[in-house]
């Protein structure tokens, strides 16, 4: 019978449930996503601010256990939501929709847009 060795530790698609412990485990805690978007003509954009839940000297959420309450547009991550393309290069979780597009950032928007917004970048 053949083994197999894993030095890392070994995660099949069927564990990867949204919300199990091994989904979550993805999660580098970069915090880039928990900042405020925009979706503009079917294309998401990225803002400069952060969710108020955010604690930006530690990069961590300050409700995640309770923040589906807290913040109710705080979107769980699953296989759907990813595919809408709201999550930056290099997120563990776009492996999930590797073809999802790339967001922009807000400064990408045209100026008329960024003025009705009163957007800085
Ligand atoms: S961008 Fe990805 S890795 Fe970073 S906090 Fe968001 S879900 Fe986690
Ligand atoms: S509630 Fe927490 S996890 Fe959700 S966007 Fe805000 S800081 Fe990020």
Same mark, same amino acid.
């Given at each position: 019978?053949?083994?197999?060795?894993?030095?890392?530790?070994?995660?099949?698609?069927?564990?990867?449930?949204? *919300?199990?412990?091994?989904?979550?485990?993805?999660?580098?805690?970069? !915090?880039?996503?928990?900042?405020?978007?925009?979706?503009?003509? *079917?294309? #998401?954009? &990225? +803002?400069?601010?952060?969710?108020?839940?955010?604690?930006?000297?530690?990069?961590?959420?300050?409700?995640?256990?309770?923040? +589906?309450?807290?913040?109710?547009?705080?979107? !769980?991550? +699953?296989?759907? #939501?990813? !595919?809408?393309?709201?999550?930056?290069? *290099?997120?563990? &979780?776009?492996?999930? !929709?590797?073809?999802?597009?790339?967001?922009? #950032?807000?400064?990408?928007?045209?100026?008329? #847009?960024?003025?009705?917004?009163?957007?800085?970048?």
């Amino acid at each position: 019978m053949r083994s197999k060795r894993f030095w890392r530790p070994y995660v099949t698609r069927a564990h990867l449930r949204p *919300g199990s412990p091994e989904w979550e485990e993805l999660c580098q805690r970069c !915090a880039r996503c928990c900042y405020e978007k925009l979706e503009y003509c *079917g294309e #998401i954009f &990225y +803002t400069a601010s952060p969710c108020p839940h955010l604690d930006e000297s530690t990069q961590r959420c300050r409700v995640y256990s309770n923040r +589906t309450v807290e913040q109710p547009d705080c979107a !769980a991550l +699953t296989p759907e #939501i990813i !595919a809408m393309g709201v999550l930056p290069q *290099g997120c563990p &979780y776009r492996r999930f !929709a590797p073809d999802s597009p790339l967001p922009k #950032i807000s400064s990408e928007l045209p100026d008329e #847009i960024r003025r009705q917004l009163n957007l800085d970048l």
